[in-house]
T-cell receptor, first 114, second 111 residues
Framework: KAGVTQTPRYLIKTRGQQVTLSCSPI?????VSWYQQTPGQGLQFLFE???????NKGNFPGRFSGRQFSNSRSEMNVSTLELGDSALYLC?????????????FGPGTRLTVT | AQSVTQLGSHVSVSEGALVLLRCNYS??????LFWYVQYPNQGLQLLLK??????LVKGINGFEAEFKKSETSFHLTKPSAHMSDAAEYFC?????????FGAGTRLAVHP
């Protein structure tokens, strides 16, 4: 079974632009979560989607948003990019929503904001 | 609130030596605990998880972890380190449908 896929793998954007990242979960997985990884802040939770609805949100500004489609694929969008948004963005999928379900991660999208 | 503390941001061992990576958690409810590994320029790979079925959990690549409630610990061990184990390791606790990660421990393995 194919793992979690994320596109693109690398992205360079200019401050003030917006960006959309895509995530395809493992087949049959219905929950998708997004995390941001930076050297300074480590791994931080952005949001979780289940059944096309945002179920949980981390402590990030409104410039960060996402959505989930009926096939469980998910996108996240960052508007008005800032230099501090440079990070590795990781998507994770799990079979169902709930604390007992392990999350499987994709390879990430490396975003560089200049 | 739940949290995780990993003791030691860098650990260095010789090939063939015991690997011990420390993790302490804080949780007001019985926790779901996880260890993940990250190789350079890759995502996170699940090594093992604790879900209260057994206190000693065996994972992939010869790793195991023991849940000790009295010590609020979930340390990761491997009897004999291999060069391919060099990576960054993250301990995590599941909060409300989200993973809360420790700061990570970078493991170096030298010949």
């Amino acid at each position: 079974k194919a793992g979690v896929t994320q596109t693109p793998r690398y992205l360079i954007k200019t401050r003030g632009q917006q960006v959309t990242l895509s995530c395809s979960p493992i087949s049959g997985h219905r929950s998708v979560s997004w995390y941001q990884q930076t050297p300074g802040q480590g791994l931080q939770f952005l949001f979780e989607y289940f059944s096309e609805t945002q179920r949980n949100k981390g402590n990030f500004p409104g410039r960060f948003s996402g959505r989930q489609f009926s096939n469980s694929r998910s996108e996240m969008n960052v508007s008005t990019l800032e230099l501090g948004d440079s990070a590795l963005y990781l998507c994770a999928s799990s079979l169902e929503q709930g604390s007992s379900y392990e999350q499987y991660f994709g390879p990430g999208t490396r975003l560089t904001v200049t | 609130a739940q949290s995780v503390t990993q003791l030691g941001s860098h650990v260095s061992v010789s090939e063939g030596a015991l690997v011990l990576l420390r993790c302490n958690y804080s949780s007001s409810v019985p926790p779901y605990l996880f260890w993940y590994v990250q190789y350079p320029n890759q995502g996170l790979q699940l090594l093992l998880k604790y879900t209260s079925a057994a206190t000693l959990v065996k994972g992939i690549n010869g790793f195991e972890a023991e849940f000790k409630k009295s010590e609020t610990s979930f340390h990761l061990t491997k009897p004999s380190a291999h060069m391919s184990d060099a990576a960054e390791y993250f301990c995590a606790v599941m909060g409300y449908n989200k993973l809360i990660f420790g700061a990570g421990t970078r493991l170096a393995v030298h010949p």
